[in-house]
T-cell receptor, first 113, second 116 residues
């Protein structure tokens, strides 16, 4: 079975500073990886996904992530954050032909002026 | 259009009440999901419907009863809930079908349920 570990539960960051959210997964087979964002009192919104191909994936709102098979990681980055990026971020993994998304515990990003 | 809608936004119910949560999508998706999310936790999968048939039931108590009346609608019927069932209930959909199961799940805004 696959699992996801988000290494940071809380990440405080100043506005216009870069941010990196770490995600590691464990699986003995090929996986598909996602980052979702949840703003306060809202549902989940897809930021980006890796299914195959280029290991550097660009998403919405200036986010990008790099799939590293040897490190079993899928870290999310943004070079310059805004106050509006304050939210909960979830890394998720699924297997081929599997409906089940396994979510990490989440990382709370708080952006301060 | 990647919108999944859910009604109501908020619901307060007593332990003896019967209520229903509704979810709708018009993206032609054939897989629909119910998740439960407690505060500060990730979503937990409850049910998956594929082509209007129940595909996955994650050992959810029978006081939660899902229904998929057609390819666009998904309901969750609630009866005799407990206070610990209070949570955000999220609906999601994806294209579904052979070869596309790993496609993106699109989430609705959720229904915040409080059981008194």
């Amino acid at each position: 079975a696959q699992s996801v570990t988000q290494l940071d539960s809380q990440v405080p960051v100043f506005e216009e500073a870069p941010v990196e959210l770490r995600c590691n997964y464990s699986s003995s087979v090929s996986v598909y990886l996602f980052w979702y964002v949840q703003y306060p009192n809202q549902g989940l919104q897809l930021l980006l996904k890796y299914l195959s191909g280029s290991t550097l994936v660009k998403g919405i709102n200036g986010f990008e992530a790099e799939f590293n098979k040897s490190q079993t990681s899928f870290h999310l980055r943004k070079p310059s954050v805004h106050i509006s990026d304050t939210a909960e971020y979830f890394c998720a993994v699924t297997l081929s032909n599997d409906y089940k998304l396994s979510f990490g515990a989440g990382t709370t990003v708080t952006v301060r002026a | 259009d990647t919108e999944v809608t859910q009604t109501p936004k908020h619901l307060v119910m007593g332990m003896t009440n019967k209520k229903s949560l509704k979810c709708e999508q018009h993206m032609g998706h054939r897989a629909m999901y119910w998740y439960k999310q407690k505060a500060k936790k990730p979503p937990e999968l409850m049910f998956v419907y594929s082509y209007e048939k129940l595909s996955i039931n994650e050992s959810v108590p029978s006081r939660f009863s899902p229904e998929c009346p057609n390819s666009s609608l998904l309901n969750l019927h609630l009866h005799a809930l407990q206070p610990e069932d209070s949570a955000l209930y999220l609906c999601a959909s994806s294209r579904g079908g052979s070869g596309t199961v790993t496609d993106t799940q699109y989430f609705g805004p959720g229904t915040r349920l409080t059981v008194l």
